[in-house]
């Protein structure tokens, strides 16, 4: 066996400065608004950036993902508590008032997600079988990851790693189908956006109600009062976030034994894992603290903070990747393609039939697809007023994301066992 040589970095003190310094970088670089960094972001997206140079130190062996702990801090601490911080800002009235189409049409991006990657796996695993495996291990658990991302983000993506165990190595070529994919995506619906009246013309949709909304915010807007923060605001917010991740934590070392000795073939559903019941206890405890006044959080930072343990999380992920193996597999592409068209024609279809206008396409598929990054970019691209129903929308994706991508991978676990 090859002996892995020692990476030149060991001490985790010191890789942690540099991932901090390298999102540093990307952050401060990506808010200028003029000059070279504008333009480069504007084809690069900075979270690429975030997963990406951490793995070129990694693939000098500059330093090593899988002689750091880091990594395992972030997904057991930053984790978890990112995922409540992010679900507890949830506001069901808001989204009762987005409409019903507005909620339709993210359903229906989640549910093209949750067929569509079972759908392109069948496709192409049937006409290429060696898909199916990736080394020794199977390609499906890689597929989930991607699940993960497409309904509710970075964090449900990390989770459905560690959930249904994918390697670095796999994970590093998902991530590759991921970004390009959702990219393109993306891009196609910036276009879309300087054509919508064709394409509400084509959808037969009613604006009538889309144009209510875009008022309503407009005031919502006008009216918005900024609060004060101070460190009072953020200690009980960090003491609430990880206080409900310590007790998801020892609760979840109780369920996962219990299923272990009394339900052993519950393996095959990771219901014998404690980290599995660690992401599915904290998100339903966000989701029942957003009913609450704790959701008054978010107006102290609750999700930014969320976001800055995620993109730690996104950093440590990336210390773990070897860039060498990225194309190794064309075909994970073709997956993707087929994965990302499925969601479009099912989104397209409800559109459709329900005459919904194009703007609660692109958020809602966005809103999925892109999470809260990217989709109030493509609402502002319809109105700069619309920009926070992306955020709405996103967040939603936040809480159904883990359970959504979870299903999708049993059904992609199932679809492997069939055509392998």
């Known amino acids: 066996m090859e002996q892995i040589s020692s ?3 060991t001490n985790d003190a010191v890789v942690f400065g540099i991932l901090m310094i390298i999102l540093a970088l990307v952050f401060y670089t990506s808010g200028l608004k003029s000059g070279f960094w504008n333009r480069f972001y504007k084809i690069i997206p900075s979270v690429l950036l975030c997963y990406f140079i951490p793995a070129l130190l990694n693939t000098f062996n500059l330093i090593s993902g899988e002689k750091s702990s880091l990594y395992n801090m972030a997904s057991r601490y930053l984790l978890p508590a990112s995922l409540l911080l992010l679900t507890i800002g949830i506001d069901i009235k808001g989204l009762r008032r987005l409409g019903i189409k507005a909620v339709i049409m993210f359903f229906a991006g989640t549910l093209g997600v949750m067929l569509g990657g079972p759908i392109a796996f069948t496709i192409v695993g049937s006409a290429f ?5 990736f080394g020794n291990e199977d390609t499906w658990r890689g597929l989930a990851t991607i699940a993960g991302s497409w309904i509710g983000g ?3 993506q990390a989770a459905m790693l560690e959930v249904f165990g994918a390697s670095k190595t796999l994970f590093a070529q998902m991530i590759a189908v991921d970004v390009l994919v959702a990219n393109i995506w993306m891009g196609l619906l910036l276009y879309g956006a300087q054509r919508k009246d064709k394409i509400d013309k084509w959808l037969r949709a009613d604006n009538s109600a889309l144009s209510q909304l875009e008022e309503r915010m407009e005031a919502l807007h006008l009216q918005e009062k900024v609060t004060n923060t101070d460190t009072r ?3 009980v917010l960090l003491g609430i976030a990880f206080g409900v991740t310590a007790v998801s934590h020892a609760c979840a070392d109780v369920i ?4 272990e000795v009394n339900y052993p073939s519950s393996a095959q559903y990771s219901l014998t894992s404690s980290f599995f019941w660690l992401i599915i206890l904290v998100t339903t405890l966000g989701m029942l603290l957003s009913f609450t006044k704790v959701k008054r959080l978010e107006n102290y930072g609750a999700s930014n903070i969320g976001s800055l343990f995620l993109y730690i999380l996104v950093a440590t ?5 070897d860039l060498k193996a990225l194309f190794d597999n064309p075909k994970f592409f073709l997956v993707g393609i087929i994965w990302i068209l499925t969601h479009i024609v099912i989104m397209l279809i409800v559109a459709r039939i329900i005459r919904a206008p194009f703007f609660f396409v692109a958020v809602g598929s966005q809103a999925n697809i892109g999470g809260a990054a990217s989709a109030p970019i493509v609402a502002a691209a319809f109105s700069k007023y619309l920009a926070p129903v992306g955020v709405l929308m996103a967040v939603l994706g936040y809480a159904v994301g883990t359970y959504g991508a979870y299903i999708c991978g049993l059904i992609l676990q199932y679809i492997s066992y069939l055509i392998g």
Request: proline share 13%.
């Open 129 to 133: 079988p060696d898909i199916l495996h």
């Open 7 to 9: 990476p030149l970095i």
């Open 256 to 259: 996962a034994p219990w299923f």
């Open 154 to 156: 970075g964090a449900n």
């Open 233 to 235: 605001h953020w200690m």
């Open 317 to 321: 992920i990336g210390m773990s990747m």
